[in-house]
C-alpha cells in the first residue's frame, strides 16, 4: 500500500504560479511511477506530468514549457512547479502512483485526495 498526500492548491491570478507537492509514504518500489493529474469540472481526469525513478519525466502537450515535475527522494515528495498559469489550468490536481513504468490515468495505482487549483482571468 502506498499513501500520497498533496498539498499546495489555491487561488492564484492567471500568469502566476503555485508549487504542489505530494508525500508519499508505505510500501516502496524499486522502479515507480509518481506523478500529477488534472480534473476540471465536467470533464474527465487527464493526464498533467509523471517521473518515473529512473528519472524520466513526461508531461502532457498543454502544459508542457510551463510546468515542471521533480522528485525530492530523501522526503520522498513529488512536486510540481506551474508557471504562467491559465484559467483553463483550473482543476483538482490528484498525485498519482504505479509500481513499475506508466503514464495513463488507467495505469495508476494509488491516489491522492486531490488539491484544488483556481485560476482567475
Not at 36 to 53: M, N
Not at 66 to 94: G, W
Amino acid at each position: 500500500q502506498v499513501q500520497l498526500v498533496e498539498s499546495g492548491g489555491g487561488l492564484v491570478q492567471a500568469g502566476g504560479s503555485l508549487r504542489l507537492s505530494c508525500a508519499a509514504s508505505g510500501r516502496t518500489y524499486s522502479r515507480y511511477t509518481m506523478g500529477w493529474f488534472r480534473q476540471a469540472p465536467g470533464k474527465e481526469r487527464e493526464f498533467v506530468a509523471v517521473r518515473w525513478s529512473g528519472g524520466a519525466t513526461f508531461y502532457a502537450e498543454s502544459v508542457k514549457g510551463r510546468f515542471t515535475i521533480s522528485r525530492d527522494n530523501a522526503m520522498n515528495t513529488v512536486y510540481l512547479q506551474m508557471n504562467s498559469l491559465k484559467p483553463e489550468d483550473t482543476a483538482v490536481y490528484y498525485c498519482a502512483f504505479r509500481e513499475g513504468w506508466g503514464n495513463s490515468v488507467s495505469a495508476m495505482d494509488y491516489w491522492g485526495k486531490g488539491t484544488l487549483v483556481t485560476v482567475s482571468s
